[in-house]
Each structure stands twice: as structure tokens, then as C-alpha cells.
């Protein structure tokens, strides 16, 4: 009785720390790849829009989904070339992966705390979609080039999927577990590019978005193979180990 009532007391009375503490899920927090600038300032941010979107009773599905047509709207403004719908696409972009990008699971991550909803293998397969269809969309229409955008999209996704399998097979390893909080060259090379939303934000400020963009796209397809060598060398290392 007095669990069912201190659920529905947090759920009434919503704090910032609640959806700090669960925004960050623990494997992010000692992940060794996962970006610090999303992790530590990106999910600080989203924590008051966060509230408003439990406020309002807006569901994580629905989240993602406005996530995704804010990418969409982004898309559209950058294809139209001018500085000032550039800029807006800019914001938007902005907007999008730091805030909403993290809505849909601090959302998500309190409900299933404080109201015991169970998570969704579709609402799991929905964010992934977003994101699958968002880079290509945000780098072609930067870009202006569908084979260059369609490229570094692939580059950037693979990546990305190769350091979520990097972490979930090295997880439960004690050696990779004892070295979790030395700085190493896997997040040190990774995490810039993972945040490229405010390069491009520079980029369009100062009228640079092309160049800019083109410099990112080297990077990330350049980024793709070496990351791949260094994560297979990093996992012979803990086959060694075992």
C-alpha cells in the first residue's frame, strides 16, 4: 500500500532528479565509447522538457515520432539552401538530437520506474528506426549529394551499431570491467563525431555548412574502418585475457 502510494505521489509531484537518476542508465555512465558530451549536458538539458512531456502525458512512441519529423523538417530546410532556412534547419537539427533525441527514453525509463510500465520491444525498434532513417536524410540533404550522403549515413550507422555490440559482448568482462574509468583512444576518437549537431550548427551561423559538412563526412567514413580494427583489436585482447 505504501509502495502503490509513493508511486503515484512521484508520478504527481515529478523531480529533476528522479529523471536524472534514470535518464542515465548505467551501462551509458561506464560505457568507455558512449559520447560524454550527450551523456553528461545533452540528458541534463532534456530533463525539463522531460517533465513537460510527463506533464502533458505524451507517450515515448509518440516522442519518437516527433523526433523523427523534426529531422524530417530539418531535411527540407537544409535542401532549400538559403542562409536562413540553413539556419532554422540548423536549430531544428540542434533541438532535435539534444533534447527530444533523449525525451522518448527519460520518458520512457520513469514510467516504467514509477509506474511500472514494462518496456516495449516495438517502442525499442521505433528509436532505432528514427535513427536509421534520420542520418541518411540529415547528411543527404546537407550534403546535397545522395551517394556522398548515403555513404557517410552508412558509415556513421555502422559504426554506431559496431560500438553497441563492442559494449554489450566486452559488458561483462572483469578485465574491460577493472579498466572502465581510464580515458582510452575509443572515446577520444569516437565521441566528437557522435555529436556532429553542433558542427553543423556552427557551420550554418557562420556560412560554412558545406565545407563543414564535407570535412564531417571524411571524418565519419574515414572513422568507420579504423573503428572496426580497433574494436576487433580490443576484443582479441579480452579473448587473451579469458
Known amino acids: 500500500m505504501d509502495e502503490c502510494y509513493s508511486t503515484k505521489n512521484r508520478m504527481n509531484n515529478i523531480k529533476t532528479k528522479d529523471i536524472l537518476k534514470f535518464g542515465i542508465k548505467e551501462e551509458e555512465e561506464n560505457s568507455k565509447t558512449y559520447s560524454q558530451l550527450s551523456g553528461k549536458i545533452y540528458r541534463k538539458i532534456s530533463i525539463y522538457p522531460t517533465k513537460v512531456a510527463l506533464k502533458l502525458k505524451l507517450s515515448p512512441d509518440l516522442l519518437s515520432i516527433l523526433f523523427l519529423f523534426s529531422i524530417i523538417g530539418a531535411s527540407i530546410l537544409f535542401f532549400n539552401k538559403t542562409y536562413t532556412a540553413t539556419i532554422w534547419g540548423a536549430i531544428i537539427l540542434f533541438i532535435g538530437r539534444t533534447s527530444l533525441d533523449y525525451i522518448d527514453g527519460n520518458v520512457a525509463k520513469y514510467l516504467h520506474y514509477f509506474k511500472n510500465r514494462k518496456y516495449t520491444l516495438h517502442g525499442k525498434y521505433l528509436d532505432y528506426i528514427t535513427h536509421y532513417i534520420a542520418e541518411p536524410l540529415i547528411f543527404i540533404s546537407i550534403l546535397q549529394n545522395f551517394i556522398i550522403g548515403l555513404i557517410t549515413a552508412i558509415c556513421y550507422i555502422l559504426t554506431h551499431v559496431m560500438r553497441l555490440q563492442y559494449?554489450?559482448?566486452?559488458?561483462?568482462?572483469?578485465?574491460?570491467?577493472?579498466?572502465?574509468?581510464?580515458?582510452n583512444k575509443l572515446s577520444i576518437f569516437i565521441q566528437p563525431l557522435e555529436t556532429y549537431e553542433q558542427f553543423i550548427l556552427i557551420g550554418a551561423i557562420f556560412n560554412i555548412l558545406n565545407p563543414i559538412a564535407m570535412i564531417l563526412a571524411i571524418l565519419i567514413i574515414i572513422r568507420m574502418p579504423i573503428s572496426t580494427i580497433i574494436f576487433y583489436k580490443k576484443l582479441l585482447k579480452i579473448d587473451k585475457s579469458n
Open 167 to 183: 559494449e554489450k559482448m566486452s559488458k561483462e568482462n572483469k578485465t574491460e570491467q577493472k579498466q572502465q574509468s581510464k580515458q
